[in-house]
């Protein structure tokens, strides 16, 4: 079963930066989509960024410009990269993998047939 661990938060000075690590575990597939998500204190939760096994990313339009995404898909891996920290970046950052739908090809899969995992999260507090 595919699994999600984040790492990388914590306590984070303003302007300093922050590069988050999700390594995903229990399949030998290439995983479709990683991203990220957050949520900040007292609001739903938001997509921040995610990006596909071939490499096309995409971010929240509030958000682009602010964050960066990256992979490295052979370790079913993903990153998240920002720079000047500001204390709106404060929030539970949420590592999410995104799978095929199987259900029609006879077959089972390493993700339960679920169609997303999500990994604990993991905090960022941006505060001198």
């Known amino acids: 079963q595919v699994q999600l661990v984040e790492s990388g938060g914590g306590l984070v000075q303003p302007g300093g930066s922050l590069r988050l690590t999700c390594t995903a575990t229990?399949?030998?597939?290439?995983?479709?989509?990683l991203g990220w998500y957050r949520q900040a204190p007292g609001k739903e939760r938001e997509f921040v960024a995610d990006?596909?096994?071939?490499?096309?990313?995409n971010y929240a339009d509030s958000l682009k410009g602010r964050f960066d995404i990256s992979r490295d898909s052979a370790k079913n891996t993903v990153y998240l990269q920002r720079n000047d920290l500001k204390p709106d970046g404060t929030a539970g950052y949420y590592c999410?993998?995104?799978?095929?739908?199987?259900?029609?090809?006879?077959?089972?899969?390493?993700?339960?047939?679920?169609?997303?995992?999500w990994g604990r999260g993991t905090q960022v507090t941006v505060s001198s």
């Open positions: 229990g399949t030998m597939f290439n995983i479709n989509v």
């Open positions: 999410n993998a995104k799978h095929p739908d199987l259900s029609g090809w006879g077959v089972t899969s390493d993700w339960g047939g679920k169609p997303e995992s």
């Open positions: 990006i596909s096994s071939g490499g096309r990313t």
